[in-house]
């Protein structure tokens, strides 16, 4: 596709959105979009791109007519979206492997449970990674070639400095946010404080992809002398955007509705979020925030829709959440050992086949009380 097609194609992307704000139905549907996770399985859906098809899935019901429309306009994007998806569960859960909150995820369409209409710091982590997450994986589909209306980065293209010059395939970054904005941020369509965190988190989410951004270069000349560099630019691996989304979950910043100035016509209000505390600086664009104090997560409660940590596993000698001591709150641990049978001692037979032991060792464990 030629660079001007592709102007076209974000340009029509934005004419999408300004046209949708006049559907200001206030119905609270943050995050429903998260339910897609389960078309993933039907491989012949999504490598169909008729839209009879789309719209008989129950699982794309979920989605806003809008959303199905970017969905139908960008064929392929998808599984690109729901592959989005599973990375960001997957580093969720892997970021918050140690802690009370450990990320849980159930079956149905509420993937999250009941935090996502919480407003605390783990709320914004839902949303930011989410959002990271189909900013990633549409950027890498366009480079890949697995998104029709989208392809490499190409404006990076000719001189770059003295050395080296712009070529290659650039992960198309740009394609990822604006479709990001689009389809994830749809769903947000209130003017209260919930509505503007979820925004500024989904915001932090693809800008932290964005900034994460490396140049990587590939040396041409005689005998690998380096005389001439092509570079392109190529995404983060996804556990960088995850450590830097939770670093910004340690550190942020809890906000109140600002009341100066409402300005109707403005999409993204960012300006009324402002610092609970007036002492401290107004949250940056690349700022996690939440508005109200995290549950403990410590024991079960339907209400707010937290498992406990009852039956998690945690570690005697930390004095850290994942010791004993804080990841029980304090109810104690039962400690149980138990027979692990490991693949051991395996050599290898030309050719070709590797044989091992069975190795059976025992294993302490300490659970929460
Ligand atoms: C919508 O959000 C509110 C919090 O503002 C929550 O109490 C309610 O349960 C949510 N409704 C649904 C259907 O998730
Ligand atoms: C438990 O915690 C100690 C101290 O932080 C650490 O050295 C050890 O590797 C941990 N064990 C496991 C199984 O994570
Ligand atoms: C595996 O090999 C080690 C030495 O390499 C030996 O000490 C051990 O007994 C072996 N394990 C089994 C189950 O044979
Ligand atoms: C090891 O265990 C597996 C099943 O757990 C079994 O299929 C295999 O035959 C065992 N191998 C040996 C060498 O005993």
Known sequence: ???????????????LAFSSLSNTLAV??????????NVASSTNLLTDSKNVQLVLDPSLQLLSRKQRKLI?????????????????IKECKWQF???????????????????????????AFIFAITSAGVTHSVARSCSEGSIESCTCDYRRRGPGGPDWHWGGCSDNVDFGRVFGREF??????GRDLRFLMNLHNNEAGRLTVFTEMRQECKCHGMSGSCTVK???MRLPTFRTVGDFLKDRFDGAS?????????????????????????????????????FEKSPNFCTYSGKTGTAGTAGRSCNSSSPALDGCELLCCGRGYRTRTQQVTERCNCTFHWCCHVSCLNCTNMQVLHECL
């Not at 609270?28 to 996770?37: D, F, H, V």
């Open 72 to 88: 139908r306009q960008n064929p392929g994007i998808l599984h690109s979206i729901s592959s989005g998806l599973q990375s960001a």
């Open 254 to 290: 809890r906000v109140i509705y600002g009341n100066k100035g409402s300005n109707r016509a403005s999409r993204v209000e960012l300006h009324h979020l402002e610092p609970e505390n007036p002492a401290h600086k107004p949250p940056s664009p690349h700022d996690l925030v939440y």
């Open 97 to 123: 492997r140690n802690r009370r909150w450990n990320c849980p995820t159930m079956p149905g369409p509420n993937i999250f449970g009941k935090i996502v209409n919480r407003g605390c710091r783990e709320t």
């Open 1 to 15: 596709m030629s660079p001007v097609a592709l102007m076209l194609g974000l340009k029509t992307l934005w004419v």
């Open 184 to 189: 994830v941020d749809s769903n947000e369509k």
């Open 28 to 37: 609270n549907n943050s995050g429903r979009w998260w339910g897609i996770i």
């Open 230 to 232: 092509t570079c392109w």
